[in-house]
């Protein structure tokens, strides 16, 4: 694959890989090429929120930085790193409710005040991507604590996408070339030339399996398992 990449370099050192709205003219062959690679996602992203109300703003307080240690030294005795949370702040808001009596004329609307709702955030990030999955399964081992949480759906990343797309590039533009060459030995009559032009698109990372393809390229987030698709658009000579 290191070869595969220098490759790769050497046309864009040459300036002939490159964007442009202007077809070369002459006689040329266009093909189109494609790479797909499937990758598992090497970082996790997890938030969990809480949340309390009580009519006393410092008790509503007091009452969710208890819940707050509780989770915290939760995620610590599961093997979470202090490195790897971040807290939000603190919220508070008042709590009003709308009630109605009466009817017709005689229909009355009044806010009654319900008391504080605060509440926080606490998101984990790590590379540890199967134990920070299985505590947000395990999550309501905190409800049985009596700590009012709620566990979001995580979020996966893949950290060497960078790196990966430079080799789907150039995995894409060595498949162009073998369909061109594939279709002059079955029609003869010409010999392929040099590159003349490569339009490298966009490039789509979707859940595995998935053929879901954007313009404006996809990453997603959703999933552990992931596919890389990877098109490029060529122009070569005839020789």
Do not use: C
């Amino acid at each position: 694959m290191a070869s595969v990449a220098f490759v790769v370099a050497t046309i864009i050192g040459a300036s002939t890989w490159e964007r442009t709205k202007t077809r070369p003219k002459g006689r040329t062959i266009e093909v189109t090429g494609s790479a797909k690679k499937r990758i598992v996602s090497d970082q996790i992203e997890w938030t969990a929120s809480l949340e309390t109300q009580n009519m006393d703003r410092t008790v509503a307080y007091r009452t969710l930085a208890g819940h707050v240690r509780t989770a915290l030294n939760y995620l610590t005795e599961q093997g979470i790193k202090n490195e790897e949370i971040r807290v939000a702040s603190a919220s508070v808001q008042e709590v009003h409710q709308t009630e109605t009596s009466g009817s017709g004329e005689d229909r009355v609307q009044r806010e009654i005040f319900k008391g504080y709702r605060t509440s926080q955030t606490i998101t984990v990030r790590s590379g540890d991507v199967t134990r920070v999955e299985r505590i947000s399964r395990e999550i309501t081992q905190l409800l049985e604590r009596g700590v009012p949480i709620a566990s979001s759906h995580p979020l996966y990343f893949y950290t060497k996408l960078g790196e990966l797309k430079i080799e789907m590039l150039a995995a894409a533009a060595k498949d162009a070339r073998v369909r061109a060459t594939s279709m002059l030995e079955q029609t003869g009559g010409a010999k392929l030339g040099k590159l003349r032009f490569a339009d490298m698109g966009v490039i789509n990372v979707n859940p595995a399996n998935s053929t879901e393809t954007s313009w404006e390229g996809r990453n997603d987030t959703s999933s552990l398992d992931k596919d890389i698709l990877t098109v490029v658009h060529v122009t070569f000579d005839l020789d």
